[in-house]
Protein backbone atom coordinates (compact mmCIF):
# COMPACT_ATOMS: atom_id res chain seq x y z
CA UNK A 1 0.00 0.00 0.00
CA UNK A 2 1.22 3.39 -0.98
CA UNK A 3 -0.94 5.36 2.13
CA UNK A 4 -3.19 4.27 4.64
CA UNK A 5 -7.01 6.48 5.27
CA UNK A 6 -6.80 6.44 8.97
CA UNK A 7 -4.24 5.12 11.50
CA UNK A 8 -5.24 4.35 15.27
CA UNK A 9 -3.66 4.45 18.32
CA UNK A 10 -4.62 2.10 20.67
CA UNK A 11 -5.97 0.99 23.94
CA UNK A 12 -2.84 3.37 26.02
CA UNK A 13 -5.20 3.15 28.98
CA UNK A 14 -2.39 4.27 31.89
CA UNK A 15 -0.09 7.55 32.36
CA UNK A 16 2.82 6.13 31.19
CA UNK A 17 1.05 4.63 28.00
CA UNK A 18 -0.67 7.97 27.57
CA UNK A 19 2.93 9.46 27.18
CA UNK A 20 4.89 7.30 25.28
CA UNK A 21 2.31 7.78 22.93
CA UNK A 22 2.15 11.43 22.66
CA UNK A 23 5.85 11.58 22.68
CA UNK A 24 6.33 8.52 20.32
CA UNK A 25 3.79 7.38 18.15
CA UNK A 26 1.54 10.77 18.30
CA UNK A 27 4.55 12.49 16.73
CA UNK A 28 5.98 9.91 14.37
CA UNK A 29 1.95 9.74 12.83
CA UNK A 30 1.58 13.45 13.03
CA UNK A 31 4.70 13.40 10.66
CA UNK A 32 3.37 10.39 8.20
CA UNK A 33 0.33 12.56 7.91
CA UNK A 34 2.31 15.75 7.04
CA UNK A 35 4.01 13.91 4.05
CA UNK A 36 0.59 12.51 3.23
CA UNK A 37 1.78 8.95 3.65
CA UNK A 38 -1.65 8.41 6.13
CA UNK A 39 -4.63 10.71 5.98
CA UNK A 40 -5.51 10.58 9.64
CA UNK A 41 -4.63 9.77 13.13
CA UNK A 42 -6.74 8.72 15.69
CA UNK A 43 -7.19 7.04 19.33
CA UNK A 44 -9.25 4.20 19.68
CA UNK A 45 -9.89 3.58 23.58
CA UNK A 46 -12.56 2.55 25.72
CA UNK A 47 -12.12 5.13 28.58
CA UNK A 48 -13.57 8.45 28.43
CA UNK A 49 -11.40 10.32 30.47
CA UNK A 50 -8.59 8.94 28.52
CA UNK A 51 -9.60 10.26 25.27
CA UNK A 52 -10.25 13.68 26.36
CA UNK A 53 -6.29 14.06 27.26
CA UNK A 54 -5.46 13.09 23.62
CA UNK A 55 -7.99 15.21 22.29
CA UNK A 56 -6.58 17.61 24.26
CA UNK A 57 -3.09 16.78 23.93
CA UNK A 58 -2.66 16.35 20.15
CA UNK A 59 -4.54 17.70 16.78
CA UNK A 60 -6.59 14.29 16.04
CA UNK A 61 -8.75 14.11 13.28
CA UNK A 62 -10.61 10.88 14.38
CA UNK A 63 -11.21 8.95 18.00
CA UNK A 64 -12.43 5.84 18.03
CA UNK A 65 -14.92 5.54 20.88
CA UNK A 66 -15.33 1.93 21.97
CA UNK A 67 -18.44 1.48 23.79
CA UNK A 68 -19.45 4.97 25.36
CA UNK A 69 -21.91 6.23 23.51
CA UNK A 70 -24.67 3.97 23.16
CA UNK A 71 -28.11 3.37 24.62
CA UNK A 72 -27.10 1.77 27.69
CA UNK A 73 -23.69 3.96 28.03
CA UNK A 74 -23.82 7.84 28.00
CA UNK A 75 -20.54 8.40 29.56
CA UNK A 76 -19.56 10.29 26.58
CA UNK A 77 -22.05 12.53 26.16
CA UNK A 78 -21.18 15.21 29.20
CA UNK A 79 -17.85 15.89 27.62
CA UNK A 80 -16.17 13.98 25.25
CA UNK A 81 -18.70 14.46 22.92
CA UNK A 82 -19.45 18.24 22.78
CA UNK A 83 -14.69 19.01 22.51
CA UNK A 84 -14.77 16.60 19.68
CA UNK A 85 -17.89 18.76 18.11
CA UNK A 86 -15.60 22.07 19.17
CA UNK A 87 -12.42 20.69 17.75
CA UNK A 88 -13.84 19.40 14.29
CA UNK A 89 -12.75 15.61 15.78
CA UNK A 90 -15.01 12.84 14.24
CA UNK A 91 -15.95 10.27 16.28
CA UNK A 92 -16.58 6.71 15.11
CA UNK A 93 -18.25 4.54 17.70
CA UNK A 94 -17.62 1.12 18.45
CA UNK A 95 -19.49 -1.34 20.26
CA UNK A 96 -22.78 0.37 19.87
CA UNK A 97 -24.21 -3.02 21.14
CA UNK A 98 -22.16 -2.99 24.00
CA UNK A 99 -21.14 -6.46 23.75
CA UNK A 100 -24.27 -8.00 22.37
CA UNK A 101 -26.69 -6.87 25.35
CA UNK A 102 -28.55 -3.94 22.77
CA UNK A 103 -28.75 -6.97 20.11
CA UNK A 104 -30.43 -9.14 22.76
CA UNK A 105 -31.34 -8.98 25.74
CA UNK A 106 -32.99 -11.68 26.64
CA UNK A 107 -29.97 -14.23 26.01
CA UNK A 108 -28.05 -16.30 28.53
CA UNK A 109 -24.72 -14.81 29.59
CA UNK A 110 -25.18 -11.96 28.49
CA UNK A 111 -22.02 -9.90 27.91
CA UNK A 112 -22.04 -5.82 28.56
CA UNK A 113 -18.76 -4.09 28.09
CA UNK A 114 -16.71 -7.79 27.79
CA UNK A 115 -18.01 -8.80 31.21
CA UNK A 116 -21.46 -10.67 32.21
CA UNK A 117 -24.16 -8.18 32.20
CA UNK A 118 -25.38 -7.08 35.69
CA UNK A 119 -29.06 -7.27 36.73
CA UNK A 120 -29.90 -3.44 36.50
CA UNK A 121 -28.30 -3.11 33.15
CA UNK A 122 -30.05 -6.23 31.95
CA UNK A 123 -33.52 -4.79 33.20
CA UNK A 124 -32.92 -1.23 31.54
CA UNK A 125 -31.77 -3.46 28.31
CA UNK A 126 -35.13 -5.79 28.71
CA UNK A 127 -37.44 -2.13 29.09
CA UNK A 128 -35.90 -0.18 26.08
CA UNK A 129 -36.92 -3.38 24.01
CA UNK A 130 -40.15 -3.23 25.28
CA UNK A 131 -40.99 0.14 24.65
CA UNK A 132 -39.12 -0.64 21.18
CA UNK A 133 -41.86 -3.42 20.38
CA UNK A 134 -44.60 -1.12 21.72
CA UNK A 135 -43.47 0.73 18.53
CA UNK A 136 -42.87 -2.32 16.26
CA UNK A 137 -39.15 -1.70 16.36
CA UNK A 138 -36.47 -3.87 16.72
CA UNK A 139 -33.82 -2.71 19.55
CA UNK A 140 -31.36 -3.07 17.54
CA UNK A 141 -32.35 -0.65 15.07
CA UNK A 142 -32.71 2.00 18.07
CA UNK A 143 -29.11 1.03 19.63
CA UNK A 144 -27.59 1.46 15.92
CA UNK A 145 -29.40 5.19 15.09
CA UNK A 146 -29.32 6.85 18.08
CA UNK A 147 -25.53 7.55 18.64
CA UNK A 148 -25.52 8.87 15.11
CA UNK A 149 -27.83 11.87 15.86
CA UNK A 150 -24.72 13.43 17.75
CA UNK A 151 -23.45 15.88 15.31
CA UNK A 152 -19.84 14.98 16.68
CA UNK A 153 -20.27 11.35 15.37
CA UNK A 154 -19.27 10.21 11.86
CA UNK A 155 -20.07 6.98 11.97
CA UNK A 156 -20.44 3.34 14.07
CA UNK A 157 -19.02 0.24 13.76
CA UNK A 158 -21.20 -2.83 14.21
CA UNK A 159 -18.75 -5.61 14.74
CA UNK A 160 -20.77 -8.13 12.28
CA UNK A 161 -18.91 -11.73 12.56
CA UNK A 162 -20.67 -12.91 9.39
CA UNK A 163 -22.25 -11.82 6.18
CA UNK A 164 -25.58 -12.29 7.49
CA UNK A 165 -24.72 -10.34 10.45
CA UNK A 166 -22.85 -7.30 8.02
CA UNK A 167 -26.53 -7.76 6.24
CA UNK A 168 -28.69 -7.74 9.02
CA UNK A 169 -26.93 -4.39 10.70
CA UNK A 170 -27.83 -2.50 7.36
CA UNK A 171 -31.31 -3.36 7.61
CA UNK A 172 -31.01 -2.08 10.94
CA UNK A 173 -29.68 1.29 9.67
CA UNK A 174 -32.01 1.39 7.15
CA UNK A 175 -35.24 0.47 9.69
CA UNK A 176 -37.76 3.64 9.70
CA UNK A 177 -38.19 4.62 13.55
CA UNK A 178 -41.02 6.42 14.46
CA UNK A 179 -40.01 9.85 16.43
CA UNK A 180 -41.86 9.20 18.87
CA UNK A 181 -39.67 6.69 20.34
CA UNK A 182 -36.91 8.43 21.44
CA UNK A 183 -39.35 10.95 24.11
CA UNK A 184 -41.11 7.44 25.17
CA UNK A 185 -37.08 6.38 25.84
CA UNK A 186 -36.82 9.71 27.91
CA UNK A 187 -39.81 9.54 29.68
CA UNK A 188 -39.17 6.32 31.12
CA UNK A 189 -35.66 7.73 32.51
CA UNK A 190 -33.82 5.58 30.30
CA UNK A 191 -32.21 8.48 28.01
CA UNK A 192 -30.73 11.52 28.95
CA UNK A 193 -32.86 14.60 28.30
CA UNK A 194 -30.00 16.45 26.54
CA UNK A 195 -29.61 13.71 24.30
CA UNK A 196 -30.21 14.59 20.46
CA UNK A 197 -31.77 12.04 18.53
CA UNK A 198 -32.69 11.42 15.09
CA UNK A 199 -35.31 13.09 13.81
CA UNK A 200 -36.60 10.94 11.02
Not at 93 to 114: E, I, K, M, R, T
Request: proline content about 7%.
Amino acid sequence: MGRVDIVYIHDAYTDEQFEAAMKGAYRALDRLRSEKVISAVGVGIGLVNRLIDFAQAGDFDCLLVAGRYTLLDHSALTELLPICEQRGIAVVLGSVYNSGLLANPYQPNALFDYEPAVRDMILRARRMDEICQSFDIPLKAAALQFPLAHPAVATVMTGATSPGEAAENVRMAQTPIPTALWPALKSAGLLPENAPVPTS
